[in-house]
């Protein structure tokens, strides 16, 4: 039985290839330190991977589990119409699957779409200025970022294209009145990127709520953040950070790798 998931869930590891293995126990790594930071919302929000070997099927949460109960076997593997690939007791969030298969369909570039309904972000994604140049956190955002307009809750299938237009090839992306998204080319690159936007949201939350004049940040340092991230990071996104993370991990329970 696992520390944090009182379900009985059989083991996926003797049935799926190594590759699919090794991102199953990334991604649920991944659900694990989105509840530990406090991004999540109950069973409510997604984070997918492309499942390795595949051209159109991705891993995401089994709807009704909690993020700190996600573990590498209980992940559902889905086809490009939301299919379930493997036997699963829980059903798949409709939303999360529009959403997330509309951006895996769109960027075969990229492995994993981050989704969260985090407090600070929803409430920077619902002001008009949207997310503002008031830290250096807040650079790395602005120059790869698209907005998507609210549309009520991501059940159509034709606002697919309007949301991977308003993605584009951009990195993050903020759903209006709704939360933010980040894509990366690894499980790492996403939720890096995803720590980066919720801290300059929550950032600029606290400096609007401080009630002094804020100072933005010059638009030309701006221009020139992606070249500074990858110097700060040595080219290597979030797997710079990745390991010293799932250290993290098991050190608190590492039953997300069962």
């Not at 379930?84 to 990229?110: C, E």
Request: charged share 20%; glycine share 8%.
């Amino acid at each position: 039985m696992n520390a944090r998931s009182q379900l009985d869930i059989p083991s996926m590891q003797a049935k799926v290839s190594p590759e699919e293995w090794a991102a199953r126990v990334d991604l649920a790594a991944c659900y694990r330190l989105v509840a530990d930071f406090g991004w999540d919302d109950l069973v409510f929000t997604h984070i997918s991977a492309r499942a390795p070997g595949s051209a159109d099927a991705f891993l995401i949460n089994p709807y009704g589990m909690l993020f700190e109960e996600i573990t590498a076997s209980s992940l559902i593997k889905v086809d490009a119409q939301g299919n379930k690939l493997a036997d699963s007791p829980f059903p798949v969030n409709p939303a999360g699957f529009t959403i997330h298969s509309a951006v895996h369909g769109a960027r075969h570039d990229i492995a994993c779409v981050l989704h969260t309904h985090s407090l600070n972000g929803v409430a920077v994604s619902a002001q008009e200025g949207g997310l503002l140049p008031l830290s250096q956190q807040s650079i790395f955002i602005l120059a790869s970022l698209g907005y998507h307009g609210y549309e009520g809750v991501a059940l159509r299938d034709e606002e697919k294209a309007r949301l991977t237009a308003d993605l584009g090839e951009r990195t993050f992306l903020m759903l209006r009145n709704h939360g933010l998204l980040t894509v990366g080319e690894t499980v790492a690159d996403a939720f890096l990127s995803m720590y980066t936007f919720e801290a300059a949201c929550t950032i600029q939350v606290r400096a609007q709520a401080g009630g002094g004049k804020l100072i933005p940040i010059h638009a030309q340092i701006i221009a020139g953040a992606q070249a500074q991230a990858k110097a700060v990071t040595k080219g290597l996104g979030g797997m710079l950070a990745w390991p010293a993370l799932l250290r993290r991990l098991d050190r608190l329970d590492p039953s997300y790798r069962s």
